[in-house]
Protein backbone atom coordinates (compact mmCIF):
# COMPACT_ATOMS: atom_id res chain seq x y z
CA UNK A 1 0.00 0.00 0.00
CA UNK A 2 1.71 3.13 -1.02
CA UNK A 3 1.33 5.71 2.02
CA UNK A 4 -0.07 9.69 1.15
CA UNK A 5 2.38 12.47 1.03
CA UNK A 6 3.50 13.68 4.50
CA UNK A 7 1.37 17.13 4.71
CA UNK A 8 1.99 19.40 8.10
CA UNK A 9 -1.64 21.49 8.39
CA UNK A 10 -1.26 24.84 7.51
CA UNK A 11 -1.30 26.30 10.68
CA UNK A 12 2.30 24.56 11.29
CA UNK A 13 3.35 25.68 8.00
CA UNK A 14 2.57 29.33 9.26
CA UNK A 15 4.55 28.95 11.96
CA UNK A 16 7.24 27.76 10.63
CA UNK A 17 7.47 30.29 7.76
CA UNK A 18 7.06 33.13 10.38
CA UNK A 19 10.02 31.49 12.42
CA UNK A 20 12.09 31.88 9.49
CA UNK A 21 11.22 34.94 8.46
CA UNK A 22 11.75 36.18 11.89
CA UNK A 23 15.26 34.70 12.14
CA UNK A 24 15.63 36.13 9.00
CA UNK A 25 15.07 39.28 10.39
CA UNK A 26 17.12 39.09 13.46
CA UNK A 27 20.06 38.23 11.37
CA UNK A 28 19.46 41.30 9.39
CA UNK A 29 19.04 43.34 12.72
CA UNK A 30 22.09 42.02 14.28
CA UNK A 31 24.44 42.56 11.13
CA UNK A 32 23.32 46.12 11.12
CA UNK A 33 23.48 46.89 14.70
CA UNK A 34 27.17 45.34 14.27
CA UNK A 35 27.97 47.63 10.81
CA UNK A 36 26.55 50.75 13.00
CA UNK A 37 29.28 49.71 15.67
CA UNK A 38 32.07 49.32 13.17
CA UNK A 39 30.97 52.53 10.83
CA UNK A 40 30.64 54.24 14.43
CA UNK A 41 34.50 53.05 15.20
CA UNK A 42 35.85 53.85 11.73
CA UNK A 43 33.96 57.70 12.50
CA UNK A 44 36.15 58.38 15.38
CA UNK A 45 39.04 57.32 14.32
CA UNK A 46 39.19 59.46 11.12
CA UNK A 47 41.04 62.74 11.58
CA UNK A 48 38.21 63.99 9.15
CA UNK A 49 35.03 66.04 10.28
CA UNK A 50 33.45 65.33 6.99
CA UNK A 51 33.38 61.53 7.78
CA UNK A 52 31.89 61.77 11.66
CA UNK A 53 29.52 64.12 9.48
CA UNK A 54 28.44 61.54 7.01
CA UNK A 55 28.00 58.76 9.72
CA UNK A 56 26.20 60.97 11.54
CA UNK A 57 23.62 61.71 8.70
CA UNK A 58 23.26 58.04 7.94
CA UNK A 59 23.42 56.24 10.90
CA UNK A 60 21.01 58.75 13.01
CA UNK A 61 17.06 59.83 12.32
CA UNK A 62 16.33 62.45 10.24
CA UNK A 63 15.66 65.35 12.45
CA UNK A 64 19.43 64.61 14.74
CA UNK A 65 21.71 67.61 15.44
CA UNK A 66 24.10 66.73 12.81
CA UNK A 67 26.55 69.44 14.16
CA UNK A 68 26.30 68.47 17.87
CA UNK A 69 26.80 65.09 17.00
CA UNK A 70 29.41 65.34 14.88
CA UNK A 71 30.99 67.60 17.55
CA UNK A 72 31.01 64.90 19.93
CA UNK A 73 32.51 62.42 17.97
CA UNK A 74 35.16 64.49 17.52
CA UNK A 75 35.80 65.22 21.12
CA UNK A 76 35.82 61.50 21.86
CA UNK A 77 38.98 61.15 19.23
CA UNK A 78 40.29 63.56 21.12
CA UNK A 79 39.91 62.12 24.42
CA UNK A 80 40.54 58.96 23.32
CA UNK A 81 42.93 59.56 20.97
CA UNK A 82 41.25 56.76 18.64
CA UNK A 83 40.19 53.31 19.80
CA UNK A 84 40.77 49.71 18.81
CA UNK A 85 38.28 46.91 18.67
CA UNK A 86 38.93 44.05 20.84
CA UNK A 87 36.74 40.75 21.51
CA UNK A 88 33.23 40.09 20.74
CA UNK A 89 30.75 42.76 19.95
CA UNK A 90 27.57 41.79 22.09
CA UNK A 91 23.84 42.86 20.60
CA UNK A 92 21.07 43.08 22.30
CA UNK A 93 17.43 44.48 21.46
CA UNK A 94 18.03 48.08 21.96
CA UNK A 95 21.81 48.52 21.06
CA UNK A 96 24.78 46.89 20.69
CA UNK A 97 28.11 47.52 22.77
CA UNK A 98 31.92 45.99 22.46
CA UNK A 99 35.30 46.27 24.74
CA UNK A 100 37.85 48.58 22.92
CA UNK A 101 40.71 49.91 23.99
CA UNK A 102 41.76 54.12 23.85
CA UNK A 103 44.57 54.36 21.56
CA UNK A 104 45.77 57.47 23.19
CA UNK A 105 45.77 56.68 27.22
CA UNK A 106 45.76 52.84 26.47
CA UNK A 107 42.09 52.79 28.70
CA UNK A 108 39.81 50.09 28.51
CA UNK A 109 36.94 51.05 27.50
CA UNK A 110 33.23 49.78 26.86
CA UNK A 111 31.52 51.44 24.00
CA UNK A 112 27.63 51.08 23.68
CA UNK A 113 25.59 52.13 20.74
CA UNK A 114 22.05 52.72 21.56
CA UNK A 115 19.49 51.45 18.44
CA UNK A 116 15.63 52.25 17.44
CA UNK A 117 14.80 50.51 14.34
CA UNK A 118 18.15 50.30 13.09
CA UNK A 119 18.93 54.22 13.40
CA UNK A 120 21.71 55.18 16.30
CA UNK A 121 20.03 57.11 19.51
CA UNK A 122 23.22 57.45 21.71
CA UNK A 123 26.47 56.86 22.02
CA UNK A 124 27.76 55.66 25.57
CA UNK A 125 31.63 55.05 26.99
CA UNK A 126 32.39 53.48 30.44
CA UNK A 127 35.94 53.13 31.49
CA UNK A 128 36.29 49.17 32.43
CA UNK A 129 38.31 46.85 33.55
CA UNK A 130 40.77 45.05 31.12
CA UNK A 131 39.90 41.44 29.65
CA UNK A 132 41.13 37.98 31.75
CA UNK A 133 42.67 36.76 27.55
CA UNK A 134 45.11 39.34 27.61
CA UNK A 135 48.01 37.95 26.15
CA UNK A 136 51.14 37.39 27.85
CA UNK A 137 52.39 34.88 30.46
CA UNK A 138 50.61 34.09 33.65
CA UNK A 139 52.09 35.80 36.57
CA UNK A 140 52.99 33.85 40.17
CA UNK A 141 53.72 36.34 42.60
CA UNK A 142 57.74 36.68 42.01
CA UNK A 143 56.45 37.33 38.52
CA UNK A 144 54.01 40.15 39.47
CA UNK A 145 56.46 41.63 41.61
CA UNK A 146 58.77 41.78 39.04
CA UNK A 147 56.81 43.24 36.70
CA UNK A 148 55.54 46.26 39.23
CA UNK A 149 59.07 47.09 39.31
CA UNK A 150 59.50 47.41 35.43
CA UNK A 151 56.61 49.43 35.89
CA UNK A 152 57.21 52.63 37.99
CA UNK A 153 60.06 54.27 35.52
CA UNK A 154 59.23 57.99 35.33
CA UNK A 155 56.08 57.19 37.82
CA UNK A 156 56.22 60.06 41.18
CA UNK A 157 53.91 59.12 44.01
CA UNK A 158 53.44 55.46 46.35
CA UNK A 159 51.90 52.37 45.78
CA UNK A 160 50.48 49.41 48.25
CA UNK A 161 48.94 46.75 46.70
CA UNK A 162 47.43 43.88 49.32
CA UNK A 163 45.75 40.78 48.98
CA UNK A 164 43.78 40.77 52.49
CA UNK A 165 45.93 41.69 54.95
CA UNK A 166 49.00 40.55 52.99
CA UNK A 167 51.08 42.97 51.45
CA UNK A 168 51.86 41.84 48.06
CA UNK A 169 54.00 45.22 46.50
CA UNK A 170 54.84 48.76 48.04
CA UNK A 171 56.77 51.32 46.69
CA UNK A 172 57.46 54.79 46.96
CA UNK A 173 59.15 56.81 44.00
CA UNK A 174 60.27 60.17 42.49
CA UNK A 175 60.07 63.86 44.45
CA UNK A 176 57.57 64.81 47.25
CA UNK A 177 59.29 68.55 46.41
CA UNK A 178 61.07 69.07 43.11
CA UNK A 179 62.55 72.35 44.49
CA UNK A 180 64.38 70.69 47.38
CA UNK A 181 64.98 67.34 45.89
CA UNK A 182 62.80 65.74 48.58
CA UNK A 183 62.12 61.96 47.73
CA UNK A 184 58.68 60.28 48.31
CA UNK A 185 58.60 57.69 50.96
CA UNK A 186 55.24 55.45 51.57
CA UNK A 187 54.39 57.75 55.04
CA UNK A 188 54.54 60.67 52.14
CA UNK A 189 50.64 62.06 52.17
CA UNK A 190 49.41 63.49 49.09
CA UNK A 191 46.39 65.19 47.84
CA UNK A 192 43.42 63.05 47.46
CA UNK A 193 41.05 65.27 44.91
CA UNK A 194 37.97 63.72 44.70
CA UNK A 195 38.94 60.58 46.91
CA UNK A 196 37.48 62.33 49.98
CA UNK A 197 33.86 61.73 48.99
CA UNK A 198 33.68 58.07 50.25
CA UNK A 199 34.52 59.48 53.51
CA UNK A 200 31.88 62.16 53.44
CA UNK A 201 29.52 59.15 52.15
CA UNK A 202 30.69 56.82 54.85
CA UNK A 203 29.88 59.52 57.48
CA UNK A 204 26.61 60.00 55.74
CA UNK A 205 26.03 56.32 55.91
CA UNK A 206 26.56 56.31 59.74
CA UNK A 207 24.29 58.78 60.31
CA UNK A 208 21.67 57.40 58.53
CA UNK A 209 22.24 54.30 60.62
CA UNK A 210 22.08 56.59 63.80
CA UNK A 211 18.72 57.57 62.73
CA UNK A 212 20.12 61.22 62.13
CA UNK A 213 18.98 60.98 59.05
CA UNK A 214 17.23 59.24 55.85
CA UNK A 215 18.39 59.04 52.79
CA UNK A 216 14.98 60.30 51.60
CA UNK A 217 15.50 62.97 53.65
CA UNK A 218 15.26 66.45 51.49
CA UNK A 219 18.57 69.02 51.39
CA UNK A 220 16.04 71.86 52.04
CA UNK A 221 15.06 70.00 55.32
CA UNK A 222 18.61 70.36 56.58
CA UNK A 223 19.33 73.48 54.97
CA UNK A 224 16.20 75.74 54.80
CA UNK A 225 17.78 79.04 54.05
CA UNK A 226 19.28 77.29 50.59
CA UNK A 227 17.84 79.46 47.57
CA UNK A 228 14.37 77.71 46.24
CA UNK A 229 14.98 77.97 42.87
CA UNK A 230 14.43 75.44 39.55
CA UNK A 231 13.26 71.79 41.45
CA UNK A 232 16.07 72.38 44.54
CA UNK A 233 13.34 71.27 46.35
CA UNK A 234 13.15 68.05 45.49
CA UNK A 235 16.63 67.19 45.91
CA UNK A 236 17.25 64.71 48.40
CA UNK A 237 20.50 63.37 50.21
CA UNK A 238 20.37 60.09 47.71
CA UNK A 239 20.48 62.44 44.91
CA UNK A 240 23.55 64.20 46.16
CA UNK A 241 24.61 61.02 47.21
CA UNK A 242 24.54 59.38 43.29
CA UNK A 243 25.53 62.88 41.52
CA UNK A 244 21.74 63.09 40.53
CA UNK A 245 20.88 66.23 42.06
CA UNK A 246 21.33 68.45 38.86
CA UNK A 247 24.07 70.48 41.34
CA UNK A 248 26.90 71.20 38.96
CA UNK A 249 30.50 72.61 40.17
CA UNK A 250 32.07 74.92 42.22
CA UNK A 251 35.33 75.27 40.05
CA UNK A 252 35.09 78.00 37.72
CA UNK A 253 32.94 80.79 40.25
CA UNK A 254 36.04 79.63 43.36
CA UNK A 255 38.64 80.79 41.46
CA UNK A 256 36.52 83.42 39.87
CA UNK A 257 36.25 84.39 43.29
CA UNK A 258 39.20 85.24 46.23
CA UNK A 259 39.88 81.41 46.38
CA UNK A 260 42.73 81.67 49.10
CA UNK A 261 40.17 82.62 51.97
CA UNK A 262 37.07 80.20 50.74
CA UNK A 263 38.13 77.23 53.22
CA UNK A 264 34.42 76.25 55.23
CA UNK A 265 31.88 74.37 53.36
CA UNK A 266 29.52 77.59 53.72
CA UNK A 267 31.58 79.47 51.89
CA UNK A 268 31.97 76.95 49.02
CA UNK A 269 28.49 76.48 49.00
CA UNK A 270 27.35 80.12 48.99
CA UNK A 271 29.21 80.17 45.35
CA UNK A 272 26.87 78.72 43.45
CA UNK A 273 23.32 78.77 45.45
CA UNK A 274 22.42 81.14 42.65
CA UNK A 275 22.92 78.57 39.56
CA UNK A 276 19.95 77.06 37.96
CA UNK A 277 20.26 73.58 38.40
CA UNK A 278 21.66 71.30 34.71
CA UNK A 279 18.50 68.79 35.04
CA UNK A 280 15.87 67.79 37.02
CA UNK A 281 16.61 66.18 40.28
CA UNK A 282 16.80 62.31 39.79
CA UNK A 283 16.60 62.64 35.91
CA UNK A 284 20.36 61.83 35.18
CA UNK A 285 23.79 61.43 36.29
CA UNK A 286 26.18 64.55 36.26
CA UNK A 287 29.00 64.13 38.59
CA UNK A 288 29.09 67.00 41.15
CA UNK A 289 31.48 68.80 43.19
CA UNK A 290 28.43 70.71 44.79
CA UNK A 291 26.41 68.14 45.54
CA UNK A 292 29.74 66.90 47.87
CA UNK A 293 29.56 69.96 49.27
CA UNK A 294 26.21 70.44 50.31
CA UNK A 295 26.25 66.70 52.36
CA UNK A 296 29.49 68.04 54.40
CA UNK A 297 27.58 71.12 55.54
CA UNK A 298 24.39 69.07 56.12
CA UNK A 299 26.96 67.09 58.46
CA UNK A 300 27.57 70.40 60.35
CA UNK A 301 23.89 70.92 60.58
CA UNK A 302 22.60 68.09 61.98
CA UNK A 303 25.78 67.36 64.33
CA UNK A 304 26.75 70.52 65.94
CA UNK A 305 30.39 69.45 64.43
CA UNK A 306 32.69 71.23 61.80
CA UNK A 307 33.09 68.62 59.26
CA UNK A 308 36.29 68.20 59.54
CA UNK A 309 36.31 68.07 63.31
CA UNK A 310 33.29 64.84 62.08
CA UNK A 311 35.06 62.68 59.62
CA UNK A 312 38.21 62.71 61.74
CA UNK A 313 36.27 61.19 64.69
CA UNK A 314 33.96 59.28 63.15
CA UNK A 315 36.05 57.98 59.77
CA UNK A 316 39.60 58.71 60.27
CA UNK A 317 40.14 57.40 63.78
CA UNK A 318 37.91 54.04 63.86
CA UNK A 319 39.65 53.02 60.84
CA UNK A 320 43.41 53.93 62.80
CA UNK A 321 43.87 56.66 59.60
CA UNK A 322 46.18 58.77 61.55
CA UNK A 323 48.28 60.67 58.25
CA UNK A 324 45.15 61.67 56.71
CA UNK A 325 43.16 65.25 57.17
CA UNK A 326 42.32 68.08 55.16
CA UNK A 327 45.10 70.38 55.60
CA UNK A 328 44.91 73.97 54.26
CA UNK A 329 47.89 74.54 51.66
CA UNK A 330 49.56 77.25 53.88
CA UNK A 331 49.44 74.95 56.73
CA UNK A 332 52.69 73.47 58.24
CA UNK A 333 52.32 70.32 57.78
CA UNK A 334 55.42 67.81 57.65
CA UNK A 335 55.48 64.64 54.81
CA UNK A 336 52.89 66.12 52.26
CA UNK A 337 54.15 66.39 49.02
CA UNK A 338 53.81 69.40 46.34
CA UNK A 339 51.88 68.74 43.14
CA UNK A 340 52.95 69.20 40.07
CA UNK A 341 52.11 69.73 36.03
CA UNK A 342 54.16 70.34 33.08
CA UNK A 343 53.33 73.95 30.74
CA UNK A 344 52.08 71.54 28.37
CA UNK A 345 50.80 68.32 28.11
CA UNK A 346 53.71 65.89 29.26
CA UNK A 347 56.18 68.59 28.04
CA UNK A 348 57.88 71.81 29.17
CA UNK A 349 59.17 72.87 32.27
CA UNK A 350 57.86 71.56 35.63
CA UNK A 351 55.31 73.95 37.29
CA UNK A 352 53.67 73.60 41.40
CA UNK A 353 50.16 73.08 41.22
CA UNK A 354 49.66 75.90 44.48
CA UNK A 355 47.33 78.14 42.27
CA UNK A 356 45.30 75.07 40.62
CA UNK A 357 43.62 73.69 43.29
CA UNK A 358 42.01 74.97 46.36
CA UNK A 359 44.03 76.44 49.74
CA UNK A 360 41.61 73.67 51.89
CA UNK A 361 40.09 70.73 51.00
CA UNK A 362 36.59 69.58 51.96
CA UNK A 363 33.96 67.10 51.65
CA UNK A 364 34.14 66.63 47.98
CA UNK A 365 37.60 66.38 47.46
CA UNK A 366 41.33 67.91 48.49
CA UNK A 367 42.24 66.16 51.72
CA UNK A 368 45.75 64.14 52.08
CA UNK A 369 46.48 60.67 53.09
CA UNK A 370 49.31 58.25 52.93
CA UNK A 371 48.49 54.56 50.60
CA UNK A 372 48.80 52.77 53.96
CA UNK A 373 45.95 54.98 55.47
CA UNK A 374 43.68 54.60 51.95
CA UNK A 375 44.29 50.63 53.12
CA UNK A 376 43.50 50.94 56.56
CA UNK A 377 40.51 52.75 55.11
CA UNK A 378 39.51 49.66 53.17
CA UNK A 379 40.28 47.13 55.41
CA UNK A 380 37.89 48.87 57.94
CA UNK A 381 35.24 49.19 55.30
CA UNK A 382 35.20 45.85 53.81
CA UNK A 383 35.69 44.44 57.49
CA UNK A 384 32.58 46.33 58.29
CA UNK A 385 34.20 48.17 61.37
CA UNK A 386 33.06 51.62 60.14
CA UNK A 387 29.47 50.58 58.57
CA UNK A 388 26.76 47.48 58.83
CA UNK A 389 27.59 44.82 56.01
CA UNK A 390 24.62 45.86 55.02
CA UNK A 391 24.70 49.61 54.86
CA UNK A 392 28.25 48.69 53.08
CA UNK A 393 26.19 46.65 50.90
CA UNK A 394 24.17 50.13 49.93
CA UNK A 395 26.84 51.89 49.62
CA UNK A 396 28.59 50.00 46.52
CA UNK A 397 25.25 49.20 44.63
CA UNK A 398 25.24 50.68 41.33
CA UNK A 399 22.43 53.56 41.21
CA UNK A 400 20.25 55.08 38.25
CA UNK A 401 19.43 57.80 36.73
CA UNK A 402 15.80 57.73 35.26
CA UNK A 403 16.32 53.63 33.63
CA UNK A 404 20.54 53.77 33.36
CA UNK A 405 22.69 52.40 35.23
CA UNK A 406 25.18 55.55 36.66
CA UNK A 407 28.26 53.16 37.48
CA UNK A 408 27.83 54.89 40.68
CA UNK A 409 26.73 53.99 44.27
CA UNK A 410 27.27 56.44 47.40
CA UNK A 411 30.25 57.77 47.39
CA UNK A 412 31.83 54.81 45.10
CA UNK A 413 32.20 54.30 41.46
CA UNK A 414 31.56 50.46 40.69
CA UNK A 415 33.22 49.05 37.44
CA UNK A 416 34.52 46.73 35.36
CA UNK A 417 33.51 43.28 34.18
CA UNK A 418 34.20 39.67 36.16
CA UNK A 419 37.28 38.90 38.01
CA UNK A 420 38.49 42.44 37.66
CA UNK A 421 35.05 44.36 38.49
CA UNK A 422 36.11 46.89 41.27
CA UNK A 423 34.85 49.58 43.62
CA UNK A 424 37.05 52.45 44.77
CA UNK A 425 37.32 55.75 43.97
CA UNK A 426 39.61 58.28 41.75
CA UNK A 427 41.01 61.45 42.22
CA UNK A 428 42.39 63.91 39.84
CA UNK A 429 43.58 67.69 39.39
CA UNK A 430 46.42 69.80 38.44
CA UNK A 431 49.35 68.20 40.00
CA UNK A 432 46.85 65.66 41.58
CA UNK A 433 45.95 61.81 41.02
CA UNK A 434 45.08 58.99 43.23
CA UNK A 435 43.04 55.75 42.61
CA UNK A 436 42.26 53.21 45.43
CA UNK A 437 40.35 49.70 44.01
CA UNK A 438 39.60 46.73 45.58
CA UNK A 439 38.18 43.76 43.46
CA UNK A 440 35.66 41.39 45.70
CA UNK A 441 36.55 38.50 43.51
CA UNK A 442 40.13 38.74 43.48
CA UNK A 443 40.13 39.97 47.58
CA UNK A 444 42.92 42.75 46.05
CA UNK A 445 42.80 46.22 46.96
CA UNK A 446 45.00 48.91 45.20
CA UNK A 447 46.02 52.07 46.76
CA UNK A 448 48.73 54.71 44.31
CA UNK A 449 48.43 57.99 45.22
CA UNK A 450 50.57 60.41 42.46
CA UNK A 451 51.57 64.25 42.87
CA UNK A 452 51.62 64.18 38.84
CA UNK A 453 48.54 65.06 36.88
CA UNK A 454 47.15 61.11 35.85
CA UNK A 455 50.12 59.42 36.80
CA UNK A 456 48.18 57.10 39.33
CA UNK A 457 45.78 56.07 36.62
CA UNK A 458 48.62 55.47 34.09
CA UNK A 459 49.78 53.02 36.54
CA UNK A 460 46.67 51.59 37.69
CA UNK A 461 45.93 50.54 34.24
CA UNK A 462 49.37 48.37 33.96
CA UNK A 463 48.48 46.79 37.63
CA UNK A 464 44.92 45.81 35.96
CA UNK A 465 46.76 44.27 32.97
CA UNK A 466 49.06 42.58 35.16
CA UNK A 467 45.99 41.17 37.68
CA UNK A 468 44.55 39.71 34.33
CA UNK A 469 47.22 37.46 34.10
CA UNK A 470 48.25 37.14 37.69
CA UNK A 471 47.68 33.44 39.79
CA UNK A 472 49.68 33.63 42.46
Same mark, same amino acid.
Given at each position: ??????????Y?????????????D??????????????????? +??????V????????Y?????????????????????????????????D???????N????????????L??G????????????????????????????? =???????????????????????????????????? +???????? =??????????????????????????? =?????P????????E?????H? %???????????????????????????? %?A?????????????????????????????????????????????????G??????????????D?????????? &???????N???????????????A???????????????????A??????????????????????? &????E??????????????? +???????P?????????? +???????????R????????? &?
Open positions: MTRPPFRLPFFLLILLLAGTAHAAERSTELAEQRLTDLIAAI +NSDDDERRRFVETAAADANVEELTEQLGRIKRLTGGVDLHGEVEVSDGVSALVRRGDQLWVRLGLGASLLTEVRLEVTSPPRDLDGPRLDRAGLIAA =LETSLDGFSGAIDLRRGDDVLFQHATGLASRRFSVP +NRLDTRFN =LGSMNKMFTAVAIAKLVEAGTLDYDDR =LIDHLDYPRHDGVDITIHL %LTHTSGFGSYWEPLFAANFTEIRSHTAL %LLTADQPLDFAPGSRFGYSNTGYVALGRIIEVVTGDDYFDHVREHVFEPAMHDTDSWAYDDVVPLATGYTREQR &GQGAWRSVFQHAVKGCAAGGGYTVGDLQRFASALWGDRLVSATRQRLHTVNTAGSRPTGYGYGF &GIRGGALSSIGHNGGAPGI +NGELKHYELDITVAILA +NESRAATRLLRVEELLARFE &G
